[in-house]
Each structure stands twice: as structure tokens, then as C-alpha cells.
């Protein structure tokens, strides 16, 4: 049995395109046109649905090859399957392969699975197609729990650089640890604060709304001329949505840097607060990776591994929990 990604008798969740994997519409892609070298990178997409079916196959075509030598192939170009929950392998294509087909058999004893398909975190999928046992029974996973999407607007971090697989991104770790829906807006290194990508978010129906762009933002100056503005104009739009800002993970780095772009950031937060928001959030970047471990929770001094990538989705956790009221 051989079904599109956008067969009705399977969830494919992440906020695409029609009939295309695509994470930012036309329209605001003429706008900024920067992002569009990045729109299609699938980030965040993730299919789900039950089945009876023992194998999982995946059939796929991208013509774009890996592009970061610090970032594991398989995390831009593979897929993770989990069944039931649980993580139990990836598919990927062999480096330089444009074209491939890989399947997994499911050894499970249940007559029906749950399955999960996280989509490549840097790779554009031209072609997708899931290969299930013919005859085999399913239907598509609606749950959430969440009514609507966590969307995450931000940096190269947000879209999962560099996490070793799919489903190690810290966004795509919420989504699996909360069991609910996420709609991925990290941009590497095109996610600036723009005004358009604002008036785009603040039409979304969403639950809650985590923005972090400050790695993107160009000087201080720009963050200092771009944050409060952006968060202005999504609270305009819906005054009672939960809304957290966050500053970057790795402060260490460049302290002086840093710290400027930090009290920006706690500056947005302290205003809307002075100003009675009550649904506002703020998550410090700087106290995600302790000092004395710092080396073990990035690649390159910035992007996040394994480690880094599930404390930061720990503290995010926390944060999104006490916004959703729980």
C-alpha cells in the first residue's frame, strides 16, 4: 500500500503548504524573500497516524544534499520513526543519494501502532511516499493535547541545528514529550524580526507563541529596534495568548555580547509586565547550560547537541506548562 503524505487517512501536522512541504506561505515569502531559501526545510513536520501495518517504508526524493558538515546527515535528510512514543529507528538516504527507499519492520505484539514520522530538519522533501502493508488498517492520529499548535518562531537552534536526529531538535522533543502539535518558524540565520513575519504570526490560531531571534538579529541595535515591536504587534493581535521570550542558550560565548541582547530581551519582558500583561514569559537563555558543563551541551561553542537540545527543552517545558495553565 502506497499513500501520499497528504492521504486523508494520515495526519501530517506542521503547518505546510497545499499538495507541497512547505513551512511559510507564498505570500509572506514575497515579503521576505530571504526565507525562502529555507521555507521548504521541513522542520517540525511530522506525520502520525495508526496502523496494523508490520513494515514501515518511506520512498523519497530530495535533490538537495546535506548542507552542514557540523550536523549529521541523517538529521537533514532522514526521517524518525517512533512507534508508540517511542523512538525505534531512522531511514535516511546514503550520502549523495537523491533517490531512495528504506524500510523497518515493526516488532510490536499490539494490533495497532501508533506511529510518528519527524521530516528531515535541514532537507526539502521534493517527493514523499509511505509504503504500509497491503490490506493493513489505518487511520489518522487527531490527538493533541493542546486544541491548537505551539508555534516557535527563531534561529538556526529552533529549526535544529544540531541535533544528531529529528526527533532530538528541542521544539520536536516538546512536541513529543507534551504530546501536542508545534509549528516550526526557526529560520538559520534569515529569522530577523521582521515586521511581516509578526503580522504572519499574529493571524495564526495558536495556543501559545515561543520567540527567540536574537542569534539572527545583525547588532544589538537591530534587536534593540526589532524585539519589543514584535511582540507588540502578536499581543495587539491576541491579547490573551501566552507569549514567551527567550534569550540565547549559549551566553558563554561572548558574555559582553550577550548580556546586551539579554537585558533587550528582559527589557520586552519587564515592559509588558509594567504595562499588566499577565501572559507573558520569560526564559533565560543563560541558565539552560551550567558553566561547568557548557562543553558538554554544544557542537561548535553555539548549536546544541543531544545534551544541550534536552535541557533547553526541559526549561522550555516548564515555561509552556505554567502558560498553559498547568
Do not use: W
Request: charged share 25%; aromatic share 12%.
Amino acid at each position: 500500500m502506497i499513500l501520499s503524505a497528504f492521504d486523508e487517512r494520515i495526519s501530517l501536522f506542521g503547518n505546510i503548504g497545499v499538495n507541497k512541504f512547505q513551512r511559510v506561505p507564498d505570500n509572506v515569502l514575497e515579503k521576505i524573500p530571504d526565507l525562502k531559501s529555507l521555507a521548504y526545510d521541513t522542520s517540525g513536520i511530522r506525520l502520525s497516524f495508526y496502523t496494523t501495518s508490520k513494515k514501515i517504508g518511506i520512498k523519497s526524493t530530495q535533490n538537495e544534499l546535506s548542507k552542514y558538515m557540523h550536523m549529521p546527515s541523517i538529521a537533514q535528510r532522514g526521517y524518525d520513526i517512533y512507534i508508540n512514543k517511542k523512538f525505534v529507528n531512522y531511514l535516511a538516504p546514503i550520502y549523495g543519494q537523491k533517490n531512495f527507499f528504506n524500510e523497518l519492520e515493526i516488532d510490536e505484539s499490539n494490533k495497532i501502532n501508533l506511529i510518528d514520522i519527524y521530516f528531515p530538519l535541514y532537507g526539502r522533501v521534493d517527493e514523499f511516499q509511505l509504503v504500509l502493508d497491503d490490506n493493513s488498517e489505518i487511520k489518522p492520529n487527531t490527538y493533541s493535547r493542546y486544541e491548537k499548535d505551539i508555534v516557535f518562531y527563531g534561529s538556526s537552534i529552533t529549526q535544529g541545528g544540531c541535533a544528531s536526529r529529528n526527533g532530538l531538535s528541542y521544539v520536536n522533543m516538546i512536541s513529543t514529550l507534551l504530546d501536542t502539535r508545534v509549528y516550526n518558524l526557526g529560520f538559520s540565520g534569515k529569522a530577523k524580526g521582521e515586521k511581516e513575519m509578526a503580522e504572519y504570526i499574529a493571524t495564526l490560531d495558536m495556543s501559545l507563541f515561543v520567540y527567540d531571534y536574537d542569534h539572527n538579529a545583525p547588532s544589538t541595535a537591530h534587536l534593540a529596534m526589532t524585539h519589543e515591536p514584535f511582540y507588540k504587534i502578536i499581543r495587539q493581535a491576541q491579547p490573551k495568548l501566552p507569549i514567551v521570550i527567550a534569550s540565547r542558550s549559549d551566553y558563554e560565548k561572548n558574555r559582553k555580547e550577550n548580556e546586551q541582547n539579554r537585558r533587550i530581551i528582559m527589557q520586552t519582558y519587564v515592559e509588558a509586565m509594567n504595562n499588566g500583561d499577565k501572559n507573558i514569559y520569560f526564559v533565560d537563555g543563560k541558565e539552560m547550560f551550567k558553566d561547568d558543563e557548557r562543553e558538554f551541551c554544544t557542537v561548535d561553542n553555539t548549536h546544541p547537541n543531544s545534551l544541550g537540545f534536552y535541557r533547553m527543552a526541559k526549561t522550555f517545558l516548564k515555561t509552556i506548562k505554567e502558560g498553559m495553565g498547568e
